[in-house]
């Protein structure tokens, strides 16, 4: 079935969930590399195993979770899974909004907040170190996991978007590396905010596949009044449908409510995320300024 699926299909999913994987994945290795750094810098390589205990815990829970939902949905048929679908389309894109307009506005402290907390878990003891680097990376893990199971609902079982996040994920641990032995030099700033204007694109379509889902289900209503139809001048088969319909959930037959949802997110996130930055405040004279940014002004990371 999967080698039947057409090149730019396979391109496709592989591209969007690779996406997803290396956004998400360079997040949480930028999360786990200042907090290893920060035990290294302070004569504190004892905390480390505590550091990387957290660190599996919270991958083991993240898989658990994908392979919970993933394999759960996949085993219920007819309309209780379109609700399904429709329920984890919706909570995947308020999870993942809230993500990435977090990330923009913590992007500037997240180092500082990240070094000052694990400070006080060192401080602790080892439990708390470990609890810090499981909730840190936990967080960045549920919120992959909700997407991916979003995004691949529309692909009909192909194993291709797992694929493409493994391989994302893997980038994002080499490029990981590369940074901290200051091997590559990106700037995160410019990076995190094209990935993450791609990603609320791809929110908004899952939002629009999640809302005809529910509509299917009479759960929300509409689903027989169309916006417009543009099936016979749209060949969702060709490599700009499936493209479109791979990446964004587009299709050339959407319900007002649908084309009204997907059109009012994309105009209020995209706002709220491209919205200019306030500079921070001068810190007073004779006093440090606590906050470091996570890059510095060439891209690489705060050491």
Request: hydrophobic share 55%; charged share 10%.
């Amino acid at each position: 079935m999967y080698l039947a699926l057409s090149t730019p299909t396979v391109a496709t999913q592989l591209f969007g969930s690779g996406l997803i994987g290396l956004r998400e994945g360079l997040e949480t290795g930028i999360v786990v590399m200042i907090l290893a750094a920060f035990l290294v810098k302070s004569d504190r390589r004892d905390q480390l195993r505590w550091l990387w205990s957290g660190v599996a815990v919270a991958v083991l829970m993240v898989l658990a979770i994908f392979a919970g939902i993933h394999y759960g949905t996949s085993t219920i048929s007819g309309l209780f899974a379109e609700a399904v679908a429709g329920v984890a389309s919706l909570v995947a894109v308020c999870v993942v909004t809230g993500m990435v307009l977090w990330m923009r506005g913590a992007a500037a402290h997240i180092s500082s907040d990240l070094r000052r907390g694990l400070a006080d878990a060192v401080e602790m003891g080892g439990f708390a170190v470990l609890s810090l680097a499981f909730l840190a990376v936990g967080r960045e893990g549920v919120e992959t996991a909700l997407l991916m199971v979003g995004y691949a609902e529309n692909t009909s079982g192909s194993s291709w978007p797992l694929l493409g996040l493994l391989l994302g994920i893997v980038l994002a641990v080499v490029v990981t590396i590369a940074l901290y032995f200051g091997a590559v030099r990106i700037n995160l700033a410019t990076f995190f905010t094209y990935t993450g204007a791609l990603l609320v694109l791809v929110a908004a379509g899952i939002l629009g596949y999640g809302v005809r889902a529910l509509q299917m289900v009479a759960w929300l209503p509409g689903n027989n009044t169309l916006a417009f139809d543009a099936s016979a001048h749209y060949d969702q088969s060709s490599w700009y449908g499936t493209t479109l319909a791979g990446l964004f959930n587009l299709r050339p037959d959407p319900t007002v409510l649908q084309l009204v949802c997907w059109a009012v997110y994309l105009m209020v996130v995209l706002a709220l995320f491209l919205r200019p930055r306030r500079r921070p405040a001068a810190a007073p004279v004779g006093t440090t300024a606590h906050t470091v940014p996570v890059g510095s002004a060439d891209g690489t990371p705060a050491s």
